[in-house]
């Protein structure tokens, strides 16, 4: 079997303690190289005034990591800027926040050539090399400049953008350009493979060969939707951990008489917390007879702080909470409660067994792992019930959930009514077809089937010259 490179922005091997960083992309590259034996590659977290390339290499669970320091103007153009200040937010559809900052597209050009500088003498001839996410989309071309000849292939964890959106971005071409350096290109959906295939055929002139390739720009890719998961199995094992059933009964004694609807996300405006708190408001407004019966709980860790946009909407949600409970707490009873604390896993795990209501309202999500663990987590005797956004990527496969449109609180606030009423046998038939397809369709079947898919492509049919020559 290749050796498995694995190459991601940051590098955060589980910890073995429980203590796991935030984050969906960690998370399942963490199990994804416990099976193989290779490198995780990626950003140590850490700046120098000047970039020295040097590479720290160490061993942690098992897995071999190899990180390099980034120079404090790749930190501001590269990571918080270009990738976290235009990327992002314009793949999840918020043009209105993009920045389109030429010194950022510099940098992020340099940290990928200078991420590519790094690599390359790590790569062995058989390797395979799998890079991951927005941050990277230009590594495979860095790579190739450098001779690089192995089998390389990209997976985007986030939404690919509407092509009215993708040409607001300023070299946009180009950007598009470097995936074709890879030989397998992944999405979270089809849909996101079909808004690639849109803007590839009708603003470069590309055209699809077949069922899985595309070529442009006198290249062909091979493409295809892999729909990430979640490590099912250990979710449910570690539900019925010391910690986790402590945590669930500390909950449960918290919300006697009360049931608990849960909410559990990185503080980011992509995840629709300010609209998810006006649909529980309205819900409260709507239902005065079950106002009293529940509480809403939304764990929602601190991230990408020295990004402003980040720093404005914790602000609006400090103030947002801070209403409601005003409008309607009484001395025994407050209706929301929000937290901004990093919980373990295992502590997570408890609380989603405890909660009446999973409630993931994403405005735009490539997948969202939150909804697939609070599905894993639950009990089969007593299951609670996943109200889920129809933008979250995951959606498309969980479609026994109560799916809603974020935007709209009416919607929120009905689907969290029926939620909370919902009949046992009911919730129980939703949640065994929605626990069975997490199961099947977890981080582990999703690592072979694009590893796999990497490794031994079929091939394509001839490209037309036309194509070839676009
Ligand atoms: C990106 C894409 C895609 C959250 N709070 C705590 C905590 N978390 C964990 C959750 C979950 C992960 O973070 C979040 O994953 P998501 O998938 O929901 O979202 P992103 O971080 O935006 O991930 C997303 C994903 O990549 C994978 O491809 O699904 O669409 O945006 O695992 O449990 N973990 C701990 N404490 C917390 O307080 N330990």
């Not at 590479?55 to 103007?73: I, K």
């Not at 250990?234 to 004694?253: E, G, H, K, N, Q």
């Not at 609380?351 to 609070?374: C, F, I, Q, S, W």
Request: contains cysteine; hydrophobic residues 40%.
């Amino acid at each position: 079997m290749s050796r498995l490179i694995v190459v991601s922005n940051r590098v955060t091997p589980p910890s073995g303690d429980g203590e796991e960083s935030v984050g969906g992309l960690a998370m399942a590259l963490a199990a994804a190289l416990r099976e193989y034996s290779g490198i995780w590659f990626g950003w140590s977290g850490r700046t120098t005034p000047e970039f020295t390339g040097h590479l720290h290499m160490s061993r942690v669970q098992g897995v071999t990591v190899a990180t390099v320091d980034l120079e404090e103007a790749d930190l501001e153009e590269y990571y918080n800027g270009y990738a976290n200040k235009t990327l992002w937010p314009l793949f999840h559809y918020r043009l209105d926040i993009t920045a389109y900052d030429r010194s950022f597209g510099e940098g992020y050009e340099r940290a990928n050539r200078r991420f590519a500088e790094t690599l390359r003498p790590l790569i062995e001839p058989d390797d395979l090399v799998w890079i991951h996410d927005y941050h990277l989309i230009p590594l495979a071309r860095e790579l190739r400049r450098l001779g690089v000849k192995n089998r390389m292939g990209f997976f985007l964890h986030i939404p690919w953008p509407a092509h009215q959106l993708m040409v607001t971005l300023p070299r946009h071409r180009q950007l598009v350009q470097a995936m074709f350096d890879y030989d397998l290109v992944g999405f979270q959906t089809d849909g996101y493979l079909q808004a690639f295939e849109e803007y590839v055929t009708s603003e470069v002139d590309g055209m699809r060969l077949d069922d899985e390739h595309i070529a442009a720009f006198g290249k062909t890719v091979r493409v295809g939707a892999f729909p990430i998961g979640v490590d099912a199995a250990d979710f449910s094992r570690i539900v019925s951990s010391p910690r986790a059933l402590r945590t669930y009964d500390v909950m449960a004694a918290h919300t006697v008489f009360r049931k608990m609807i849960v909410g559990v996300d990185r503080l980011d405006y992509s995840k629709g917390l300010e609209e998810r708190f006006l649909g529980f408001e309205r819900f409260l407004v709507d239902n005065p007879e079950l106002r009293r019966e529940v509480l809403f709980l939304q764990i929602a860790p601190l991230s990408r702080e020295s990004v402003d946009a980040y720093q404005e909407i914790r602000a609006r949600l400090d103030a947002l909470s801070g209403r409601i409970n005003g409008e309607f707490a009484d001395i025994d009873w407050n209706p929301v409660r929000y937290v901004n604390k990093t919980y373990r896993r295992d502590e997570l795990a408890g609380v989603y067994r405890a909660a009446r209501v999973g409630l993931v309202t994403p405005l735009r999500d490539g997948m969202n792992l939150v909804a697939k663990e609070y599905i894993a987590a639950q009990n089969p005797e007593d299951p609670g019930v996943l109200v889920l956004s129809r933008f979250a990527g995951a959606a498309d496969r969980m479609r026994e959930a109560l799916i809603v449109n974020p935007n709209s609180p009416e919607e929120i606030s009905e689907a969290l009514a029926r939620a909370l009423t919902m009949e046992r046998e009911e919730r129980i038939r939703r949640w065994r077809a929605l626990f069975d397809r997490v199961c099947r369709e977890d981080v582990e079947s999703w690592r072979d089937s694009f590893v796999n898919a990497l490794a031994d492509p079929p091939r394509p049919k001839a490209a037309t010259p036309q194509a070839l020559a676009s």
